[in-house]
């Protein structure tokens, strides 16, 4: 039920000796709005997370309760090179500062898409670079299972997050407009003194206050990413809409089998079949 977004670092240890990690590398709770429910690596400093939809307070002139979609966030950490910099040894004993383990901002959404209410489980197949090759198996991708359908998506096709909206520039020329920048002339008393510290009686500017850009909606993820369906079809013995629906999906040997569970002890299976080759 936690909303933050943890980075640890586990030390090898031995069976005989255990080593203390008191705090983390990174945490921060401003990627997500609520419980994060997975977290995978893209490469070395890019992280993808996703988290479930939730029951919030909306504030406005009226305080009301409605329904706040679950996200899918592409993000950087950028303090990676800091703890593991480049041609270096890492350390035997990392600590980073009160800034990187509470309420950290050492990040950078990438890209930022809505889920629908129903999405609560989905799989992250991101392979890495392999040594001998120096290439991937396949592009990162995403495997959400939607009732007897699995909805498959390529991570590169997601699009960068729009930039928020930023009223400060027409708010500051705005105050900028109605500032009084006359030179206040000392007002003289009946007795015809002057009198020093008084202001002209225009009064003094108004402040600008702090204004808070707008948080710009991401955009739904199945509307706006195209992709491909591994669906479920009927067998000799069942129909199709008698197989149970399918909870938990996850790629495996290499992006060339896709293996869905569902009720039932039901296993579901899908192999990749090369272009122009005969279906097993």
């Known amino acids: 039920m936690d909303r933050a977004v943890k980075i640890w670092r586990v030390p090898s240890s031995s069976a ?9 590398l990174f945490s921060t709770d401003l990627i997500h709005k609520s419980r994060v429910l997975s977290i995978s690596w893209l490469s070395n400093d890019t992280l993808i997370s996703h988290s479930s939809p939730a029951w919030m307070r909306r504030e406005g002139p009226e305080t009301t309760l409605g329904d ?13 090179n800091r703890f593991f910099p480049p041609d270096h040894v890492p350390q ?9 383990y509470r309420q950290s901002e050492s990040f950078k959404i990438l890209s930022s898409y809505s889920l629908q209410s129903t999405t609560l489980k989905l799989h992250v197949s991101a392979p890495f670079v392999s040594p001998d090759t120096g290439s991937t198996p396949h592009d990162p991708l995403v495997l959400v299972p939607m009732e007897k359908t699995i909805r498959i998506m390529n991570i590169t096709d997601f699009k960068p997050r729009k930039p928020p909206p930023c009223p400060l520039d027409n708010v500051l020329a705005e105050q900028i407009r109605k500032l009084n920048i006359t030179t206040p002339q000392p007002e003289v008393s009946e007795e015809g003194h002057e009198e020093e510290g008084t202001q002209s009686k225009s009064g003094p ?11 710009v ?11 491909w ?22 790629l495996a040997y290499g992006g060339k089998v896709i293996l869905g569970v569902g009720n039932k002890e ?6 990749l079949v090369p272009k122009g080759s005969r279906k097993s």
């Open 16 to 24: 005989h000796k255990l080593r203390r990690v008191d705090k983390p």
């Open 68 to 80: 706040e979609p679950g996200r899918i966030v592409i993000w950087r950490w950028l303090g990676w």
């Open 92 to 100: 035997g004993v990392m600590r980073g500062c009160i800034s990187d």
């Open 205 to 215: 500017p108004p402040t600008t206050g702090n204004h808070i850009p707008v948080e």
């Open 217 to 227: 909606s991401p955009e739904d993820l199945f509307q706006s990413v195209e992709g």
């Open 229 to 250: 369906e591994a669906s479920v079809t009927q067998t000799e013995t069942m129909n199709r809409t008698t197989l149970p629906d399918i909870n938990s999906c996850e």
């Open 266 to 271: 039901t296993l579901y299976m899908w192999r």
